[in-house]
């Protein structure tokens, strides 16, 4: 079968709207062939767009996240650093951590974490996020109006839920709010110096809680990599319930940036959908127990990720009748898969009532063993901010015209740059 070509990433029309460009893709073919667009020697990456694929592609231990573990294979990860300037000792802490390893790797350092994330853990978790939402909507009530929703509420909550349970400072929280910006836009003038900061930061603060403890995630992965005899202090692999110095930074840089840069943008672009889509709002007003639903159908056409990390090929491997050849770089495309009308009937319709045939639904947090480790406390706090927010200004309106709302041209993200509101 003949590969078409589809649109680079970078490409204006596909970041400007991802999920009907996606979803055009998906019509025209299973597979195609395309570029990220941020330099000009970049090897092709093949897009798997329909569900069945792309969930098949997610569960098959044929396609890994490494591609150090594919013989011959081309780092595209290293490529697409390395066109936004990041050194590769800094990149090590990008493509080395739980979320790009495979195999034992993966489940051991997953392991270490995973019982921090579990329904229990986070549903203790939630009279403390009931709080904090609290807490931001007093502070909305008084504040100037037009207000910046992403600023003064969506981000504010993820990243202090995520902060107090790894064990970031309070104090510290703004910077990281900061460095996780620069690190989504791909700017080769800003990504670097804010990884640079926040690796930099992350090894200061290893070094304070070591003289003085704490009972945070932060504390235990110290502890567990303390008291085993600390590992190797470079990217080696670890053993057993081993934690090296190189994974204890590299998971906190993951644990927070995860926690709150896709949360924050699932909270906006929720708030942004129900206000431009009142008859279900209305609903959701006269039935609140769908708001866990509705969370989950957010997440399916509303998501903040349109795409997953790369998957390489071990070995060939048919999708859709094309043949994907040994080493080459797949793409998951979550939001053309979400969209799929083979899986999901009347898909363009927002539907915060629709219920799932099986498991969630949609794919918005992945399959398989790469499966969003806070997808549990993501959704506990998009229900927590969404429902509290409507419930205590029943009168929130849009300040601009739908129209003029601006997304930010991040590949593989739809986000938004701000969402002003009246309350």
């Not at 990720?305 to 009748?321: H, K, N, Q």
């Amino acid at each position: 079968m003949a590969v078409l070509d589809a649109p680079a990433l970078t490409d204006p029309e596909l970041l400007a709207d991802p999920w009907h460009v996606f979803g055009r893709l998906r019509e025209q073919a299973p597979v195609l062939r395309s570029r990220f667009g941020l330099s000009g020697d970049e090897p092709p990456i093949w897009l798997v767009t329909r569900y069945a694929d792309v969930r098949a592609v997610l569960g098959d231990p044929r396609f890994v996240s490494d591609p150090a573990s594919v013989p011959g294979g081309r780092d595209s990860r290293q490529e697409m650093m390395t066109a936004m300037g990041i050194t590769a000792d800094l990149a090590e802490y990008m493509t080395r951590s739980v979320v790009t390893v495979d195999g034992a790797d993966h489940t051991r350092l997953r392991k270490l974490v995973s019982r921090a994330f579990t329904v229990r853990r986070v549903g203790d978790l939630r009279p403390r996020v009931e709080e904090i939402t609290n807490g931001l909507l007093d502070g909305l009530a008084g504040a100037p109006q037009p207000i910046d929703l992403v600023e003064a509420y969506a981000y504010p909550l993820p990243i202090t839920v995520i902060c107090e349970l790894v064990g970031i400072p309070e104090e510290d929280r703004a910077a990281w709010h900061v460095w996780g910006r620069d690190l989504v836009s791909t700017d080769p003038a800003r990504v670097p110096g804010a990884l640079r900061a926040a690796v930099d930061h992350i090894h200061g603060l290893i070094a304070r809680r070591r003289a003085e403890p704490t009972d945070d995630l932060l504390g235990a992965l110290i502890r567990t990599h303390d008291e085993d005899g600390g590992g190797a202090s470079g990217a080696d692999h670890g053993r057993g319930d081993r934690l090296t110095e190189f994974e204890l930074v590299s998971m906190v840089l993951a644990l927070v940036f995860a926690g709150h840069e896709t949360t924050a943008h699932l909270i906006a672009n929720s708030v942004a959908a129900l206000l431009t889509h009142p008859d279900q709002l209305a609903r959701l007003r006269d039935d609140p127990d769908l708001w866990p639903t509705a969370v989950h159908e957010l997440m399916r056409v509303h998501g903040p990720v349109s795409i997953t990390e790369l998957r390489y090929a071990t070995e060939p491997v048919e999708i859709g009748g094309v043949e994907i050849p040994a080493g080459a770089a797949v793409l998951p495309v979550l939001a053309a898969a979400n969209g799929d009308p083979r899986e999901f009937a009347d898909p363009e319709t927002f539907d915060v009532g629709r219920r799932a045939e099986r498991g969630e639904g949609h794919l918005g947090f992945g399959h398989g063993a790469h499966y969003c480790l806070g997808a549990a406390l993501a959704r506990q706090e998009g229900e927590v901010a969404l429902r509290a927010l409507f419930t205590r200004f029943p009168s929130l309106e849009l300040a601009v015209p739908p129209e003029e709302l601006v997304w930010e041209p991040v590949p593989g993200f739809r986000r938004l740059a701000a969402l002003p509101v009246r309350l």
